[in-house]
């Protein structure tokens, strides 16, 4: 086996150093900078999450007030951005939008010395919800909706700006759940984009308009709305199980199951499952759930592989009435934290990320008299 195909993907390849994240740590599994995301998800909320990622350290009780006040005062949209998305045209992807709408606001708001990466960090966690559903709003409704909401967190402002009216506390929470179990996850390949391109001592835009970039590959983040696709294809559990089996014969992908890092399960796979579960119960499309237990069954007899954090992610989602195409912006709207947080720690130590290649092209050979002009 030659170096390339050992190295393919990078796979097992130290790339560097990081305080933010361990992924499938011996005995420890996901941590964000050491608090494990079973704790986190159960007794924490999505703003002391960036907190941590961001500041390093979890806010104070009266830290985290102020946090999400700030947070609530950056959520109002400037005009030219409103414009702009105005624009785009109502079929885009909305991943699209968020990159776009990235970018934009880079020239309206660009980084300086009055205006430097943790107020821009904070704008964008801020903001992407509104963006996004600015876009979505106007096109759908012809609305040009006030996104400068009284919700005291992200999860009820994007759930409010989507439905028009408050949510329940249930979907509320779970949202919420959903967003600190997406915050943040090492050097996977949008944070490794984000840092590259960081690397180079580029803006803190460009950087995260790179990461959004590489999250919406199927691959990737894509990978929730994928699942959610599969899913809905089916009626019943033994349709389901029908049309896997014949996936797999096929040797198709499938979207939402195994990991590059975990070898025998994501951590965050089970706690979004339980949050599926619960949103079931009380959604009048209870069989998609079953459907889904039914595909984790098959694909873990007939290939011995597991649910990633994108699988049940899909039908949470789904059950609090989220587009699907909303699934892997949602992962943009929590991962910014983890990418900002990147995005610092890369700048603080930095060094020019650029690896070598074996060369397999042909051998030096001499450029015939006839070639060029
Ligand atoms: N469905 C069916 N077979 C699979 C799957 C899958 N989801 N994942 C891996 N395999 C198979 C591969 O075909 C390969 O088989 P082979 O050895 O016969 O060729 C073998 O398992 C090893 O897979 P690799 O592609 O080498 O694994 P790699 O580490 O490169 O890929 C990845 C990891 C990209 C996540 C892969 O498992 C995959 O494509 N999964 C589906 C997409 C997905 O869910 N992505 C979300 C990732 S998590 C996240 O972003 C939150």
């Not at 499938?24 to 900078?33: A, F, N, Q």
């Not at 830290?63 to 949209?77: K, W």
């Not at 930095?350 to 397999?360: E, G, Q, S, V």
């Amino acid at each position: 086996m030659s170096e390339v195909k050992k190295t393919g993907g990078l796979a097992g390849i130290v790339a560097g150093e990081t305080a933010i994240s361990t992924v499938g740590k011996e005995g420890v599994g996901l941590t964000y900078r050491g608090y494990t995301i079973e704790d986190l998800a159960e007794k924490s909320t999505f703003e002391a999450v960036a907190f941590l990622l961001l500041y390093g350290k979890l806010p104070t009780p009266g830290e985290l007030v102020a946090y999400q006040q700030q947070l609530r005062t950056l959520r109002g949209l400037p005009f030219p951005l409103k414009s702009v998305l105005e624009q785009l045209p109502a079929n885009s992807n909305p991943m699209d939008i968020l990159r776009t709408g990235c970018s934009v606001l880079g020239t309206l708001e660009q980084e300086s010395s009055e205006h430097v990466q943790i107020q821009i960090a904070n704008r964008l966690t801020a903001l992407f919800p509104s963006m996004l559903l600015y876009w979505f709003q106007f096109h759908k409704t012809g609305k040009r909706i006030e996104t400068e909401t009284a919700a005291p967190n992200i999860a009820s402002h994007f759930l409010e700006l989507l439905h028009g009216q408050k949510p329940s506390e249930l979907h509320a929470r779970a949202l919420d759940v959903g967003l600190i179990l997406y915050a943040e996850h090492e050097f996977n390949a949008s944070t490794f984009t984000c840092r590259t391109v960081a690397s180079t001592l580029a803006d803190f835009y460009s950087c995260v308009t790179g990461g959004i970039g590489a999250l919406r590959g199927p691959l990737h983040g894509g990978a929730n709305e994928a699942a959610m696709e599969l899913i809905e294809q089916f009626q019943t559990p033994d349709e389901a199980e029908a049309g896997l089996v014949r996936l797999l014969h096929d040797k198709k992908l499938v979207m939402g199951f195994g990991h590059r890092v975990y070898k025998h399960a994501d951590p965050r796979s089970d706690i979004i499952k339980q949050w599926s579960s619960k949103l079931a119960d009380v959604s009048d499309k209870k069989h998609l759930y079953a459907i889904s237990e039914r595909l984790e069954a098959v694909m873990r007899r007939e290939k011995g592989m597991f649910p990633n954090l994108d699988f049940y992610s899909a039908t949470a989602f789904h059950f609090l009435g989220i587009p699907t195409g909303f699934f892997t912006p949602i992962f943009v709207i929590a991962r910014i934290s983890g990418w900002s947080a990147h995005i610092f720690e890369q700048r603080a130590h930095n060094r020019l990320i650029r690896p070598t290649a074996d060369y397999i092209g042909p051998e030096p050979q001499k450029l015939p008299d006839s070639s060029g002009s």
